[in-house]
């Protein structure tokens, strides 16, 4: 395909730059995927956006921004085992090299290859009209989800689903999220219908609480302050949440996750960053309690995550309240750093409306 695109990305000083870009050709085992939908991960924001502190696989490399790309293939490179021009498309967004142990369990995030490149990091991603991927890198995306919808399973959904999966959510348990930010409601809309019975959110910022209730993913949600851990074994009888979740990346809101957690019971750490502090004696050891850390998903997973959300009728773009064109990326950056917003979406032809 002949001509140019525009593509965004990110110098590291809260802004954006567009630049024009051949439009790619796929190689062997590649696909060219027209862009519909683009979300932007708080990953984006914290390590590249403001500035740029992401090391070794978050180290930026002055790509196409974006790794939560979703499109259609309108070309494809000779050699494709399973994918054809038209399929909507979801692009698991890390490229791993495919064949050390981490690749062959799915957790392409893990790959140490140097030929690991992850979309929007170190190759380009999704904030243009093109990309180019790998087939291997691709999900299918079924009919009843919208691009959107897709967008947000290539990072986030995907990350919230794994560690729930991995701390097992049913009807038994009262859920706890510490931090709603897109991945805190993501974690609760998910939790929810795995059929969590009682869903409590934390967050410090009110905006985040009101949309977390006003969602309809919380039966309570409380403000983050020095009462939290008794409000939340008030809610649950003295006893503790049986899981909870810390979506935040902040010590103290991990230390409520862990003491508000009841008697073996388990814990799941997403949110990236910071440190924790707590005594392992009385909070962790003499319950029985478990922390599991969790980093993404594996690309099976996400392809089951894909055939569930069907099932239930689940549509993660419920949670975007904000999109934009391409032109407008820099809005769109600004205000997820801002905070104040559920996710903001980039997008493209019938997404946007
Ligand atoms: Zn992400
Ligand atoms: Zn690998």
Same mark, same amino acid.
């Given at each position: 395909?002949?001509?140019?695109?525009?593509?965004?990305?990110?110098?590291?000083?809260?802004?954006?730059?567009?630049?024009?870009?051949?439009?790619?050709?796929?190689?062997?085992?590649?696909?060219?995927? &027209?862009?519909?939908?683009?979300?932007? *991960?708080? %990953?984006?924001? @914290? #390590?590249? /956006?403001?500035?740029?502190?992401?090391? $070794?696989?978050?180290?930026?490399?002055?790509?196409?921004?974006?790794?939560?790309?979703?499109?259609?293939?309108?070309?494809?490179?000779?050699?494709?085992?399973?994918?054809?021009?038209?399929?909507?498309?979801?692009?698991?967004?890390?490229?791993?090299?495919?064949?050390?142990?981490?690749? &062959?369990?799915?957790?392409?995030?893990? *790959?140490? %290859?140097?030929? @690991? #490149?992850? /979309?929007?990091?170190?190759?380009?991603? $999704?904030?243009?009209?093109?990309?180019?991927?790998?087939?291997?890198?691709?999900?299918?995306?079924?009919?009843?989800?919208?691009?959107?919808?897709?967008?947000?399973?290539?990072?986030?959904?995907?990350?919230?689903?794994?560690?729930?999966?991995?701390i097992g959510i049913s009807g038994n348990d009262t859920v706890l999220v510490t931090g709603l930010g897109p991945v805190g409601l993501a974690t609760l809309m998910l939790a929810k219908a795995?059929?969590?019975?009682?869903?409590?959110?934390?967050?410090?910022?009110?905006?985040?609480?009101?949309?977390?209730?006003?969602?309809?993913?919380?039966?309570?949600?409380?403000?983050?302050?020095?009462?939290?851990?008794?409000?939340?074994?008030?809610?649950?009888?003295?006893?503790?949440?049986?899981?909870?979740?810390?979506?935040?990346?902040?010590?103290?809101?991990?230390?409520?996750?862990?003491?508000?957690?009841?008697?073996?019971?388990?814990?799941?750490?997403?949110?990236?960053?910071?440190?924790?502090?707590?005594?392992?004696?009385?909070?962790?050891?003499?319950?029985?309690?478990?922390?599991?850390?969790?980093?993404?998903?594996?690309?099976?997973?996400?392809?089951?995550?894909?055939?569930?959300?069907?099932?239930?009728?689940?549509?993660?773009?419920?949670?975007?309240?904000?999109?934009?064109?391409?032109?407008?990326?820099?809005?769109?950056?600004?205000?997820m750093a801002d905070g104040r917003c559920g996710k903001v979406a980039v997008v493209f032809d019938e997404e946007m409306k």
């Open positions: 395909m002949k001509g140019s695109m525009k593509g965004a990305v990110l110098p590291g000083n809260s802004t954006v730059a567009f630049r024009q870009y051949p439009i790619p050709e796929p190689g062997h085992g590649q696909v060219l995927v &027209r862009m519909k939908s683009s979300t932007i *991960c708080g %990953s984006d924001i @914290r #390590a590249i /956006y403001r500035e740029h502190l992401g090391k $070794g696989p978050e180290g930026y490399q002055g790509v196409i921004a974006g790794h939560e790309p979703c499109g259609q293939i309108v070309r494809c490179g000779p050699g494709l085992r399973r994918f054809a021009e038209g399929a909507r498309v979801i692009v698991y967004h890390i490229s791993g090299c495919g064949i050390c142990y981490d690749c &062959r369990r799915g957790f392409m995030i893990s *790959c140490s %290859s140097p030929l @690991r #490149a992850a /979309y929007g990091w170190q190759r380009d991603g $999704g904030m243009a009209e093109f990309l180019l991927a790998e087939e291997k890198d691709l999900v299918p995306l079924p009919n009843e989800l919208s691009y959107t919808d897709g967008a947000q399973v290539a990072c986030g959904f995907g990350t919230c689903y794994e560690a729930l999966e991995k795995l059929g969590a019975r009682t869903l409590i959110g934390v967050d410090v910022v009110t905006e985040r609480i009101d949309l977390a209730r006003k969602m309809g993913l919380v039966h309570h949600s409380l403000p983050f302050d020095e009462h939290a851990l008794g409000r939340v074994r008030e809610l649950t009888g003295g006893r503790g949440c049986e899981r909870a979740i810390d979506c935040s990346g902040k010590d103290d809101a991990r230390r409520l996750a862990v003491q508000a957690t009841r008697k073996w019971g388990k814990i799941a750490l997403v949110g990236e960053g910071g440190s924790i502090k707590f005594d392992p004696s009385p909070d962790l050891l003499h319950d029985q309690k478990t922390i599991y850390g969790s980093w993404v998903t594996s690309i099976w997973l996400m392809e089951d995550l894909v055939e569930r959300l069907v099932a239930w009728t689940l549509h993660p773009e419920a949670l975007v309240t904000n999109r934009f064109p391409l032109e407008k990326a820099d809005e769109a950056y600004r205000l």
